[in-house]
């Protein structure tokens, strides 16, 4: 009797554990497929990083030679992890602006009134802003790498940085989630989007922080954005080093884990609020 | 303790000063039809969503399936069905997409999942849409795929709010169709309306909601019984209307009439329409229009409520969702709705 009832508790954690990874993997399945079913949302997020970067390359080109700019190839080999973090930044915006339809028009309400884990509501949706995430950081590389945009870690650098633009794609998408959440306000969510673009120009996204000046540099030095960028930059820089690889893969896991328990609190919080 | 599938004690809700619904009680049993009848405003929405878990309960308690609605929240959300006012279903995706999302969202096996699904959309016809995206169609065929999503878990007891706001008499008949047949395969169905002519139809037994607290509640043809004499309403010039009143007030009591008619319950029939008319004739007022009415659900609101439900103005008010449960709907006129 003793062992059943010991059993039982766990037996139930499993089954609701796995009951929950179902729910997440559905949800995930459902932003995804919303995602690429809206190519008018999807294509800017891709077309206008490189744009900017191709523009970039053009415009600030001879700026490789300044003193502080560190040994490249291209500009282009320089820019490819700041076209990333901005293509990755617009494409969570459109993930979390999701998320705030969903409480707008019920179908939030529809998986509330339902056995639904509300972990799994959340994981959900960013589970597909993250494998966007990833795919956009795939596409991004594929694209550059033929005009001079080269990746020094080689391939495992190229997955390294994939993994990194999932996981920016995570702790930005978390963070616009819980805008979201906060506000159950798509206009609210969309409005983020200028901000974002202030703290992309104020990071070390177009030019390294080494050739900048004054307020300029300390603001970019603070902006965790740069921090985002800078990771990325050093497997496309220095190689397929062990410092590179951290950087690029454990600052943006810091910032998606602090963001996850920002999403998990404004979740409990518009719970509680019902 | 009573086995009955949805029981509300005192359910109180309050958002800040606004009161939206004050303490009602109701008893639904189980393989019921129970009609939830009221104008926007009136409180029927957050009675049913703190029916569903989806809001907490200022004070009060609720079981619902016999589960406590805050305390195993989980329970009841596994045991009911809900087809909530604004049928949100996500435009992007097709009808069985919808349907598989669901089941997993409940638990079923995958193995049962085809099956099911298909019964379900040949249920509502929409087996030939089914890998259509929702956003190809109708509004009719929304409450339809709407309706079977809250079926895919088979649940004994289902919550409809406002299931055919908006829809065409076609859908509504197709839709009023299904919600019977459910019923005759044991489901308990809360129904919650502001189309009177939808609860006559559909439900058992109803209850009336205004500002919050139900004000009648029995079998539509009790309570239809219960106002007794019929309706006589005439339409006269609007400087005649207090000449006009005196002499009804002879024949009954006076009773709110829609869009500025007058009305008066005969108490002594509808054989006194003659007299009436004659009377009103040597007090010399001018009858437009004139109708007799055998007690309606409609007299019944009034006579509870002091005001007409199809003269209300119905238009979507906050009170719903919980902003404006204290304010009186406007008597505005709004032809054609049933």
Do not use: C
Not at chain 1, 32 to 54: C, G, H, K, M, Y
Not at chain 2, 115 to 124: H, T
Not at chain 2, 164 to 170: A, C, K, Q, V, Y
Not at chain 2, 219 to 237: E, R, W, Y
Request: neutral net charge; hydrophobic residues 45%.
């Amino acid at each position: 009797m003793t062992s059943t009832t010991a059993v039982m508790p766990e037996t139930q954690v499993v089954r609701s554990l796995s009951t929950a990874i179902r729910q997440t993997i559905a949800l995930a399945r459902r932003s995804t497929l919303e995602l690429f079913r809206q190519p008018a949302l999807v294509v800017p997020s891709l077309i206008f990083p490189l744009f900017f970067s191709f523009l970039g390359n053009s415009t600030f080109g001879k700026t490789t030679s300044l003193p502080g700019f560190p040994q490249v190839n291209s500009y282009l080999q320089f820019q490819l992890a700041g076209t990333i973090t901005q293509g990755v930044l617009f494409g969570s915006v459109t993930g979390a602006a999701a998320l705030a339809t969903d409480i707008e028009n019920g179908f939030f309400d529809r998986l509330l009134a339902s056995p639904t884990s509300r972990t799994s509501i959340l994981f959900g949706r960013l589970a597909g802003s993250t494998l966007f995430g990833a795919l956009e950081t795939a596409i991004f590389i594929l694209v550059l790498l033929p005009f001079g945009a080269d990746v020094a870690a080689g391939v495992p650098g190229i997955i390294a940085m994939t993994i990194s633009g999932a996981l920016i794609a995570l702790a930005v998408g978390a963070l616009m989630a819980s805008v979201a959440l906060k506000t159950g306000s798509s206009e609210a969510v969309q409005g983020t989007f200028p901000l974002l673009f202030i703290l992309l120009f104020f990071s070390s996204a177009f030019f390294p922080r080494e050739t900048m000046s004054g307020i300029y540099r300390t603001i970019a030095g603070l902006n965790p954005i740069s921090h985002l960028v800078e990771g990325l930059r050093a497997l496309s820089l220095e190689g397929f080093t062990a410092s590179a690889t951290a950087r690029a893969i454990l600052v943006p896991l810091a910032i998606a884990i602090f963001a996850l328990l920002v999403a998990q609190t404004q979740l409990r919080a518009r719970l509680r609020a019902n | 303790m009573s086995n009955s599938p949805i029981i509300a004690e005192n359910l109180v809700r309050h958002f800040g000063d606004v009161h939206a619904v004050k303490g009602i009680n109701l008893e639904v049993k189980a393989g019921e039809v129970f009609g939830f009848l009221g104008p926007n405003g009136a409180g029927k929405s957050t009675a049913v969503r703190m029916l569903t878990t989806l809001l907490r309960p200022t004070s009060g308690t609720a079981r619902v399936a016999g589960f406590d609605v805050v305390k195993q929240a989980d329970q009841v959300r596994r045991s009911i069905g809900v087809a909530l006012q604004d049928a949100a279903i996500d435009p992007l995706m097709t009808g069985a997409e919808l349907l598989a999302l669901q089941a997993v969202l409940y638990g079923i096996p995958a193995s049962v999942l085809k099956k099911r699904s298909d019964e379900l959309l040949e249920r509502v016809g929409l087996t030939a849409a089914a890998s259509r995206r929702v956003s190809t169609y109708s509004g009719g065929m929304r409450r339809r795929l709407d309706l079977a999503l809250s079926l895919i878990h088979q649940p004994t007891v289902l919550f409809l709010d406002e299931p055919t706001t908006g829809l065409d008499p076609m859908s509504r008949l197709t839709l009023w169709e299904e919600v019977r047949r459910l019923n005759r395969e044991g489901t308990t169905v809360m129904l919650t309306t502001q189309y009177l002519e939808e609860a006559d139809q559909l439900a058992d037994r109803i209850a009336i909601i205004d500002h919050g607290k139900i004000v009648r509640e029995g079998k539509p043809a009790d309570l239809k019984a219960s106002v007794g004499a019929p309706t006589l309403i005439i339409k006269t010039n609007i400087d005649q209307t207090e000449k006009a009143k005196s002499v009804l007030s002879t024949f009954g009591d006076l009773r709110p009439g829609a869009e500025g008619a007058l009305g008066v319950g005969l108490i002594g029939g509808a054989a006194l329409v003659t007299e009436v008319v004659r009377k009103l004739d040597e007090a010399g007022v001018h009858v437009a229009h004139l109708e007799i009415n055998e007690p309606s659900l409609d007299d019944v609101f009034a006579e509870a409520t002091g005001y007409r439900l199809e003269g209300a103005d119905n238009a979507p008010s906050a009170g719903d969702n919980g902003d404006n449960g204290d304010e009186k709907p406007k008597k505005k006129s709004r032809r054609g709705r049933k």
